[in-house]
């Protein structure tokens, strides 16, 4: 699957950004789907994931209560709603694809094996 993310871009502390993310092809539905961040200089972190169907999500603990993972596999999309926005969320923002068989979900990078191109996030304080 090829993943294409946007929606990045430059919001003051406290603000709210929402990402997308579209894949290819007709099996959106077969794939579990997360979102990843990269700061300069800083590892690759899990932010957020959903199971195919969306009824199981899970969090990175800096992000709970304030992003919220969707998707809507009518359009082959997942969505990051980023609220309360703060400086250390300034990276860039990584969607993720692994096709899955179960309703499971993974929230380590070598869990999933199809990357989109990532989209920067800049909260200014």
């Known amino acids: 699957v090829q993943l294409q993310a946007s929606g990045g871009g430059l919001v003051q502390t406290g603000g709210s950004l929402r990402l997308s993310c579209v894949a290819s092809g007709r099996t959106f539905s077969t794939y579990l789907m997360a979102w990843f961040r990269q700061a300069p200089g800083k590892e690759r972190e899990f932010v957020a994931a959903?199971?195919?169907?969306?009824?199981?999500?899970d969090y990175g603990d800096s992000v709970k209560g304030r992003f919220t993972i969707s998707r809507d596999n009518a359009k082959n999309t997942m969505y990051l709603q980023m609220l309360s926005l703060k400086p250390e969320d300034t990276a860039v923002y990584y969607c993720?694809?692994?096709?899955?068989?179960?309703?499971?979900?993974?929230?380590?990078?070598?869990?999933?094996?199809?990357w989109g191109q990532g989209t920067l996030v800049t909260v200014s304080s």
């Open positions: 959903i199971s195919r169907s969306g009824g199981r999500t």
């Open positions: 993720a694809a692994r096709r899955s068989p179960d309703s499971g979900i993974i929230n380590y990078v070598g869990g999933y094996d199809s």
